[in-house]
C-alpha cells in the first residue's frame, strides 16, 4: 500500500514569505506527527493529532507555525514570515494509534534564502 | 521530562565488523516504549524495532540484535557482520503515550 505522502519534496522560498506543507497519511492511521531535522540535528517534535482530539502544539517553536488536519487525513503546515533559521526537511509520520511505530514521508526540504 | 542520549555521533568501520550503537534514556514512567529508526542516504526513517519496558528479552533479526537493560536504562543495537548498506543515521526513540523522543542519531559508516 501507500505510504506517507509528502508534498512538495523541495521549497524555496523567500524570507517573509508564508509557505505551506502538505502530508498524506497512511489510510487508515489516526495518528500524525510533524517533525523538523535542522542539518545535523535529530528530529525535533512539532505537533501532533490524534483522531478527533485537540492537536498538541507543544512543539511549535513559534505563533508563526500552524498546523491543521482535514478530514482525520490529510495535513498542512504553515510556516508564516519565514525566516533563514526555519530552513530544515520537515517530516510528516502516521501510525496506527499511540505508540504504534511511525511511519515517515520522504520529507520537505525547506531552504529560507 | 523524557530524554534520549546517543552519545556516540559517527562510528566507522570495515566491512564485515561487528558494531553496537549506544543509546541511554531518561523517564520518569514505568511504561514505555523504545525504538530503533534508521535514515539511509535516501532520507527516508525506517522502523526497525519497539520493545516495550516490560520485555527485557533480546531480540535478533538477522545481523540485527538489540540489548536492553532497565537497570542502566540502555537500548543498545548490534550489527553483526556489518555490509556497505548498513551505512545511516541510526536515531533511538522513546515514546509514553506520543510523541517520540528522539536521540541525536549515530552516523555509521561501513567502509569496503
Known amino acids: 500500500g501507500a505510504g506517507v505522502s509528502q508534498s512538495p519534496s523541495n521549497k524555496v522560498t523567500e524570507k517573509g514569505k508564508d509557505v505551506e506543507l502538505r502530508c498524506d497519511p497512511i489510510?487508515?492511521?489516526?495518528?500524525l506527527y510533524w517533525y523538523r531535522q535542522s542539518l545535523g540535528q535529530g528530529l525535533e517534535f512539532l505537533i501532533y493529532?490524534?483522531?478527533?482530539?485537540?492537536?498538541?502544539k507543544s512543539g511549535l517553536p513559534s505563533d508563526r507555525f500552524s498546523a491543521e488536519r482535514t478530514g482525520g487525513s490529510v495535513s498542512t503546515l504553515t510556516i508564516q514570515r519565514t525566516q533563514q533559521e526555519d530552513s530544515a526537511v520537515y517530516l510528516c509520520a502516521s501510525s496506527f494509534r499511540g505508540d504504534s511505530p511511525l511511519h515517515f514521508g520522504n520529507g520537505t526540504r525547506l531552504t529560507v534564502t | 521530562a523524557q530524554k534520549v542520549t546517543q552519545a556516540q555521533t559517527e562510528i566507522s568501520v570495515v566491512e564485515k565488523e561487528d558494531v553496537t550503537l549506544d543509546c541511554v534514556y531518561e523517564t520518569r514512567d514505568t511504561t514505555y516504549y523504545l525504538f530503533w529508526y534508521k535514515q539511509p542516504p535516501s532520507g527516508e526513517l525506517v522502523f526497525l524495532i519497539r520493545r516495550n519496558s516490560f520485555d527485557e528479552q533480546n531480540e535478533i533479526s538477522g545481523r540485527y540484535s538489540w540489548n536492553f537493560q532497565k537497570s542502566t536504562s540502555s537500548f543498545n543495537f548490534t550489527i553483526t557482520a556489518s555490509q556497505v548498506v548498513d551505512s545511516a543515521v541510526y536515531f533511538c526513540a522513546l515514546s509514553r503515550n506520543t510523541p517520540l523522543v528522539f536521540g541525536k542519531g549515530t552516523r555509521l559508516s561501513v567502509i569496503a
Open positions: 493529532f490524534q483522531g478527533n482530539s485537540a492537536p498538541d
Open positions: 489510510s487508515g492511521h489516526t495518528a
